[in-house]
């Protein structure tokens, strides 16, 4: 059993930054994503990051803006996310998947509770 804590999302003008943090309960190698939802929209994929963290991947709506990384040590996976807009306002998920599934990973076996994130324009 795996859970997920995000913390960081608020509320940031257009052209900002804001970095969220996904911490995880125990020391489990899982590849983890962030992925986002807007109001009346599916569920997006943004980036995710393998357990090494030596293979990330990126949607290209995010690509060259947001960067993800991890800390293994302290359980814990960053989105650092830079020239923010307001098409990026979402509830934003972190989740695992196993280490060894595909890639990008398609099938997440945990999710975390979602930390908000409004651009203002």
């Known amino acids: 059993q795996v859970q997920l804590v995000e913390s960081g999302g608020g509320l940031v003008q257009a052209g900002g930054s804001l970095r969220l943090s996904c911490t995880a309960s125990g020391r489990t190698p899982y590849t983890t994503a962030w992925l986002r939802q807007s109001p009346g929209k599916e569920r997006d994929f943004g980036a995710a990051?393998?357990?090494?963290?030596?293979?990330?991947y990126y949607a290209d709506s995010v690509k060259g803006r947001f960067t993800i990384s991890r800390d293994n040590d302290k359980n814990a996976v960053y989105l650092q996310m830079n020239r923010l807009r307001p098409e990026d306002t979402a509830v934003y998920y972190c989740?695992?998947?196993?280490?060894?599934?595909?890639?990008?990973?398609?099938?997440?076996?945990?999710w975390g509770q979602g930390t908000q994130v409004t651009v203002s324009s």
């Open positions: 990051i393998s357990w090494s963290g030596g293979r990330t």
């Open positions: 989740a695992a998947a196993p280490p060894n599934g595909n890639w990008p990973p398609l099938d997440f076996g945990y």
